[in-house]
């Protein structure tokens, strides 16, 4: 009777683990990394604790969806970081000229002629 109990609750487990609901933005997001990333499936799949053949159907989809569709919304670590360098720069171009724009004022408005 005991082994029944404890098969049952292991049992329930199990099924619970395997309806682990996902949504549409993690699932495009984990596909991106496998197939703009070039991480490999399995290691990925178990980092993520995803069963491998779930995430090859994320996969799958995501590259009918990416021939469709140009463009994506979801950018993995490596665009974020490109992204934020491009930025970064924009912003020091910037203030570059807002110095040399403070400084051409202050010498237009020093003699008025």
Do not use: C
Request: net charge neutral; charged share 40%; proline share 4%.
């Amino acid at each position: 009777m005991r082994e029944l109990f404890l098969m049952k609750i292991l049992f329930q487990k199990d099924v619970e683990a395997m309806s682990k609901p996902y949504n549409q933005e993690y699932k495009d997001y984990v596909a991106k990394l496998v197939v703009d990333e070039e991480r490999q499936g399995k290691e990925l799949a178990y980092e993520l604790e995803i069963p491998y053949s779930t995430m090859r159907k994320w996969v799958t989809h995501y590259r009918e969806v990416k021939d469709r569709k140009p463009g994506e919304n979801y950018l993995t670590p490596s665009e974020l970081e490109k992204e934020r360098r491009k930025h970064e720069k924009e912003v020091q171009q910037l203030r570059e000229e807002n110095e040399i724009l403070k400084k051409a004022m202050h010498i237009f408005t020093k003699n008025p002629e």
